[in-house]
């Protein structure tokens, strides 16, 4: 049984991508960045256009047309993106937002949200005041057919500062349960 993932900055790279079940994904960077292959194959696209997560994602469809799930996940800006493409793309059935900003970003899109995924986010995020992401977790509760799941790290800046662990393990676990459902 293969999977994919499909992420967004430096967190999706190193902390998404070590979950359980990958094994093949692409990961965004911004272009400046030191490239890093530790865990999957590294494309370099720029986050200016949605048309290039959708070139992305169709490369990644092209090279392991034998997959059983496909993720996407984003960090911060990131998770723009990711849900933008989840709305465009049927085969995503599972995402991971990570630090979103629906007090800069319109996230309405998302309704209704067609798939089910997880938010995570630092209590003492200094950029997301904590009423956007409750705002948030609201409107996606709210829907039928699909379970949102909303996590907390208490100690977590918008950046996990000090708090990596706390968001691997997170971010592990939500991936083992959900990945046990295919």
């Given at each position: 049984?293969?999977?994919y ?7 999706a ?7 359980r079940?990958?094994n093949?994904?692409i990961?965004?960077r ?9 865990h999957c194959?590294?494309?370099?696209f720029?986050?200016?256009s949605?048309s290039n997560a959708a ?9 392991n047309?034998?997959?059983s799930?496909c993720?996407?996940?984003?960090f911060s800006?990131?998770?723009l993106?990711?849900?933008?493409l989840?709305m465009?793309?049927?085969e995503?059935?599972?995402?991971i ?8 970003y319109?996230?309405s899109?998302?309704s ?7 938010v995570?986010y630092?209590k003492k995020?200094e950029l997301?005041p ?7 977790d609201?409107r996606?509760?709210a829907?039928?057919?699909i379970?949102?799941?909303?996590q ?5 800046n ?5 708090t990596?662990d706390d968001?691997k ?8 349960k ?5």
């Amino acid at each position: 049984e293969k999977s994919y993932a499909f992420g967004w900055g430096d967190i999706a790279i190193n902390l998404l991508i070590s979950g359980r079940r990958i094994n093949n994904c692409i990961a965004i960077r911004e272009p400046n960045e030191k490239p890093d292959t530790q865990h999957c194959e590294l494309s370099k696209f720029s986050l200016s256009s949605q048309s290039n997560a959708a070139a992305a994602l169709d490369w990644l469809e092209r090279e392991n047309f034998d997959n059983s799930q496909c993720w996407v996940s984003g960090f911060s800006f990131g998770s723009l993106i990711a849900m933008q493409l989840l709305m465009r793309r049927p085969e995503i059935n599972r995402f991971i937002a990570i630090s979103p900003q629906p007090n800069v970003y319109d996230f309405s899109f998302l309704s209704p949200c067609p798939t089910s995924g997880l938010v995570i986010y630092g209590k003492k995020d200094e950029l997301v005041p904590i009423e956007h992401i409750s705002e948030l977790d609201n409107r996606l509760s709210a829907q039928k057919g699909i379970k949102v799941e909303f996590q907390k790290i208490n100690e977590a800046n918008h950046f996990f500062s000090k708090t990596e662990d706390d968001l691997k393990k997170a971010l592990n676990k939500y991936i083992k349960k959900e990945t046990a459902l295919y």
